[in-house]
């Protein structure tokens, strides 16, 4: 919905196509045109893509495909094809535009607003958590919350008197999670205190940038078919530190995008569209709360500190739901450009656990994430060709039956 993802070499079973094929009106964007009219009949996993490199495509100074007048009336006419689109399926958004050849299906909010609990884990810096708390109240144009504070045994006195203060307001409730850190433990015991249909995980070091982030975030989270729906995090220098959670990457799995700077759109602009991911970071995390208990909610014996979110939203995946990255909810997420490397041998034997865990679980992913082009390295966050190549040059049988089950 941002942009022809499938492109000029399609096939396409002669049956699923319409009555005329390609309409008058919509040249030069024809075949998504042609693309979108077939979807309502698809089932969920219809769509194949085949990681082989089966055309070229000859490009010269002068091709007329790549005009500038060509391109702005390719994206218009796509434009076109996308409104059409959501009007037939009575679809609550509009088509705009984004950036100079890219646009978007811009969700609305639906008209029931529904209350979300936002859950910030925190053990003392009352500093972060009274800046993110200060963006809730005054840098968010979502009205309909409430905020969960889960304390992990803090000490200090300026810790209680920002519980004391923000306590004066009714939408703020403080709950406590005495022990040794597990993430996943304290935010299940907060997602069992939550009131709301959504639920938002917030990290206690990230602050609002847009206004529009929770309403983003939650115009994605209410659709039947999404699971986790996550946000563009940046660094406090403002490079990226979260474009959507790759499988794989490193071993288990990584950002995207990983500390590009301000401007830059990525991969095919992917840092600057709202697309599918295998998973999302629970720094910023949006999803419902009956999803979220459907699925068993974090893991709290095998990963109580890394992974536990990645674990989250492959098994929203497995429960047949979509995880979306959103950029145009955009915040800071500020301490973990600083924190340090935590290497204590306890702390290193608990990480080995958790890796060993993810891969035990979730090998399926990590060998082949349905949402990352295996033919990209997964040694770097930067969408490279992978060298030495993880698919063959010419498929098989074996390729084609593989990969096929795995599309989207």
Partial sequence: MNCNYINH???????????????VGFEG??????????????????????????????????????????????????MLALSDYISSQNIEAEAVENGDTMFRMRRLCPKASPLISIIIPTRDRSNLVKACVDGILHRTDYENWEVIIVDNDSEEEETFSFYRNVLEDSRFKVIHYHGIFNYSAINNLAVKSARGELLCLLNNDVEVIKPNWLKEMMAYAVLPDVGCVGARLLYEDDTLQHGGVIIGLGGVAGHSHKRRGLGDPGYYRRIDLVHEMSAVTAACLVCSKKKFEQVGGFEEEHLKVAFNDVDLCLKMADAGYRNIYNPEATLYHLESISRGSDDTPEHVERFRSEVAHM??????????????????TIDREDFSISWAPRVSRVPSKIDFDQWGNQGR
């Fill in 9 to 23: 070499l399609s096939v396409f079973k002669k049956s699923s196509l319409p009555s005329t094929p390609l309409r």
């Fill in 359 to 376: 891969k035990k679980r979730w090998q399926k992913y990590i060998n082949h994430d349905p949402a990352y082009n295996p033919n990209l």
């Fill in 29 to 78: 964007s024809q075949d998504y045109d042609l693309l979108l009219r077939t979807l309502p009949a698809m089932a969920r996993g219809a769509i194949v893509h085949l990681p082989y490199i089966l055309y070229s495509w000859r490009v010269t100074s002068d091709a007329q495909s790549f005009s500038q007048k060509k391109a702005r009336r390719a994206k218009l006419t796509s």
